[in-house]
């Protein structure tokens, strides 16, 4: 295996793992060490139960373009990677963030009560 497929291996392949043992094992209740922890997705059960599976849905698929995005580049472009993983590794845990936060805020009050719609 060359040094480019390791890479890619090591970072994105990780956080695919990662992503997958998220969706696969979601945390049962509210907790400090494993889940998606933020202080609005933390207010109660129902929204943390809500946050976590938005978030390990959004992570596992954007985790999954993101190794292929990454197996892509270390097989096709003829050049040495250097930040090129680590950036779609970087991409896919802020986009996953930001869609769990505005579904949050799309289907609960500040103060954590299911919205109408």
Do not use: C
Not at 4 to 32: D, E, Q
């Amino acid at each position: 295996m060359n040094d480019a497929l390791l890479y890619v291996f090591t970072t994105n392949g990780l956080l695919f793992l990662i992503s997958i043992i998220f969706w696969r094992f979601p945390p049962k209740k509210i907790n400090n060490i494993y889940g998606y922890k933020t202080p609005k997705a933390m207010q109660n059960k129902e929204i943390w139960d809500f946050a976590n599976t938005t978030f390990n849905k959004s992570l596992l698929f954007y985790s999954g373009i993101s190794f292929l995005a990454g197996l892509v580049f270390a097989t096709f472009i003829n050049t040495n990677l250097t930040w090129q993983p680590m950036a779609f590794v970087f991409m896919a845990l802020i986009v996953s963030i930001i869609k769990t936060e505005k579904a949050l805020s799309d289907h609960f009050t500040e103060e954590g009560k299911r919205k109408r719609n």
